[in-house]
Every structure is written in C-alpha cells, then in structure tokens.
C-alpha cells in the first residue's frame, strides 16, 4: 500500500510539474497596436515561427540589434518589435521617421504586452514562438542568431 501511495505521488507531482512546464510557454494572445495603426493579437501569427523582441529608443545595444534583426526578418523569419511603455509613442514615431526598420513596431503604452510576457523588465528582451505560439526560447541582452536560427530548425524537425 504504501508503494502504491508513493507511486500516485510521484505520479501526480510529475503531472504537475509537466502541467506548469505547458502553461508557462504558452504566449499569451495580447493586442499589438503598430504603428502604421494596424491592430492585431498573437494568434494572427500561428502557423509561422516568430521572433517577439522588447526595445527602447534609449537602450544602445537594442539599437545595436536592428540590423541583426533585419537579417532575420530579411530572411523569413516574423519578427515583431515591442516598445517599452517608458518610451512614449510620438518619441518611438520619431526615431522611427529617422531610422525606419523593416519590421514592424508595436507601442505597449499600457504596459498590456510587457505584462502579458511577464512583466519584462530589460531592455532587450526577445521571445521566439514555435507555429503553435509556444514560447520556444527567452533571452535578454543582444541578439543571438545562431540560437535564434538553431531553435528555429527544431519547429521543422516535429
């Protein structure tokens, strides 16, 4: 009996366990509001891998990334700018306006998107989901396209 009560422990603590591994990759589906006055939630990027990455006009290494970025989105890959609430819209626009990137931005003016994600607190801070809208990878600091471009190869292998 008591195997049996220590199997069904074990059991449901790996149930568990496996359970809060699954809810915390899913991406959650918040609203993107771009800036060219589009509007559209995560799930209308299912079915395509896509690089989610948090910026600020004023994070030099964020600047930095763009033309890594660019390499990315150039080369297939969804990649999708979110701007940090601190940064106010008509400043983001702007720099924009001077320095256009091929990919588009969103504004989290509220903070919804940033939150969403987990309250992300740095600036850079990237989110690659698989087709299925799984969080694949999480990295903050400077781009890194041989991890990018690695996990990406795993979503053609499932």
């Given at each position: 009996m008591k195997l049996l009560s220590t199997l069904l422990l074990?059991?449901?603590?790996?149930?568990?366990?496996?359970?809060?591994?699954?809810?915390?990759?899913?991406?959650?589906?918040v609203i993107l509001n771009f800036t060219d006055g589009t509007r559209k939630t995560l799930a209308d990027y299912r079915g395509?891998?896509?690089l989610i990455t948090f910026w600020s006009?004023?994070?030099?290494?964020?600047?930095?990334?763009?033309?890594?970025?660019?390499q990315l989105h150039d080369g297939?890959?969804?990649?999708?700018?979110?701007?940090?609430?601190?940064d106010p819209p008509n400043v983001v626009l702007s720099?924009?306006?001077?320095?256009?990137?091929?990919?588009?931005?969103a504004l989290d003016v509220h903070g919804e998107v940033s939150r969403?994600?987990?309250?992300?607190?740095?600036?850079?801070?990237h989110?690659?989901?698989?087709?299925?809208?799984?969080?694949a990878l999480r990295m903050q600091?400077?781009?890194?396209?041989?991890?990018?471009?690695?996990t990406e190869t795993t979503f053609q292998t499932r």
């Amino acid at each position: 009996m008591k195997l049996l009560s220590t199997l069904l422990l074990f059991a449901l603590v790996i149930a568990a366990l496996l359970w809060i591994r699954s809810e915390s990759k899913t991406a959650p589906d918040v609203i993107l509001n771009f800036t060219d006055g589009t509007r559209k939630t995560l799930a209308d990027y299912r079915g395509q891998p896509t690089l989610i990455t948090f910026w600020s006009i004023n994070c030099p290494i964020c600047i930095k990334d763009i033309p890594q970025l660019t390499q990315l989105h150039d080369g297939g890959l969804t990649v999708l700018a979110v701007s940090i609430p601190q940064d106010p819209p008509n400043v983001v626009l702007s720099f924009l306006d001077k320095r256009p990137i091929p990919y588009p931005t969103a504004l989290d003016v509220h903070g919804e998107v940033s939150r969403g994600f987990g309250s992300v607190q740095a600036t850079p801070t990237h989110f690659l989901l698989d087709p299925d809208g799984m969080i694949a990878l999480r990295m903050q600091g400077a781009i890194d396209i041989t991890r990018i471009k690695a996990t990406e190869t795993t979503f053609q292998t499932r």
